[in-house]
């Protein structure tokens, strides 16, 4: 197994680690499991965009539990998610998603955060092999560090911050039921100005309809 000071180095090592999939085997080795999933949590919810990052696991498995294991991660409340960042815990794999046989039954799961964006890392392990709850916790913080090396991976969603204070009080108002004239009554601006943070509202969310501008924002927690 990989002895801590080594790892640290090649970690630290442009030349060993410049690609996030590099950093992440050294991460998955120095654990002693067989293969990871890297996704983030943040971005789940919102189905046009990639949640996961990287992953050896087995295709299928990503796109059947994997999936699974994020869309439970994303919907953790904000107070448990601060309580449970950087802590690992197992969880039972379900028979029925089909795990190989050379696989332990339970998933490791470590989540955490990388400037804003919001991450979990599940790792497999091969049956019987001897876990360190100490390694774990070393993993959790070397994640971190080496994911928040990638500004394109940890960045937020250009789109939070294209939006003006206006346009989110209006998409606010929206998600409220309240209808372009009662808008411009309420900011105390014209309907045409209101109809025209509207339609730029549309152009940044890529959103079709009202609804689905204020889905979008409530998914990003933006109101």
Same mark, same amino acid.
């Given at each position: 197994?990989?002895?801590?000071?080594?790892?640290?180095?090649?970690?630290?090592?442009?030349?060993?680690?410049?690609?996030?999939?590099?950093?992440?085997?050294?991460?998955?080795?120095y654990a002693? @499991?067989?293969?990871?999933?890297?996704?983030?949590?943040?971005?789940?919810?919102?189905?046009?965009?990639?949640?996961? #990052?990287?992953?050896?696991?087995?295709?299928?498995? #990503?796109?059947?539990?994997? @999936?699974?294991? #994020?869309?439970?991660?994303?919907?953790?409340?904000?107070?448990?998610?601060?309580?449970?960042?950087?802590?690992?815990?197992?969880?039972?794999?379900?028979?029925?998603?089909?795990?190989?046989?050379?696989?332990?039954?339970?998933?490791?799961?470590?989540?955490?955060?990388?400037?804003?964006?919001?991450?979990?890392?599940?790792?497999?392990? @091969?049956?019987?092999?001897?876990?360190?709850?100490?390694?774990?916790?070393?993993?959790?913080?070397? @994640?971190?560090?080496?994911?928040?090396?990638?500004?394109?991976?940890?960045?937020?969603?250009?789109?939070?911050?294209d939006l003006?204070?206006?346009? #989110?009080?209006?998409?606010?108002?929206?998600?409220?039921?309240?209808?372009?004239?009662?808008?411009?009554?309420?900011?105390?601006?014209?309907?045409?100005?209101?109809?025209?943070?509207?339609?730029?509202?549309?152009?940044?969310?890529?959103?079709?309809?009202?609804?689905?501008?204020?889905?979008?924002?409530?998914?990003?927690?933006?109101?």
């Open positions: 197994m990989v002895a801590r000071g080594a790892f640290i180095r090649d970690l630290e090592s442009g030349e060993a680690c410049g690609k996030i999939t590099g950093g992440m085997d050294l991460i998955c080795a002693g @499991a067989r293969c990871y999933l890297l996704a983030r949590t943040d971005l789940f919810l919102d189905r046009h965009q990639e949640f996961i #990052v990287t992953s050896n696991w087995p295709f299928d498995l #990503v796109r059947s539990f994997g @999936a699974a294991l #994020v869309d439970t991660q994303a919907r953790t409340s904000e107070v448990r998610r601060c309580l449970q960042a950087f802590e690992p815990s197992f969880q039972d794999v379900d028979p029925s998603f089909g795990l190989p046989e050379e696989f332990s039954p339970r998933v490791c799961l470590i989540p955490y955060n990388a400037g804003h964006a919001r991450m979990v890392l599940a790792l497999l392990f @091969a049956r019987d092999i001897y876990l360190s709850h100490d390694r774990l916790r070393d993993v959790a913080l070397a @994640a971190a560090y080496f994911t928040s090396r990638f500004p394109e991976v940890v960045s937020s969603n250009d789109t939070l911050s003006t204070d206006r346009e #989110v009080e209006c998409l606010s108002w929206i998600g409220e039921g309240k209808t372009s004239d009662e808008i411009a009554v309420i900011i105390g601006i014209s309907r045409n100005t209101v109809n025209n943070y509207i339609t730029s509202i549309m152009n940044k969310t890529g959103a079709k309809t009202r609804s689905e501008a204020v889905a979008f924002a409530v998914r990003q927690r933006i109101i």
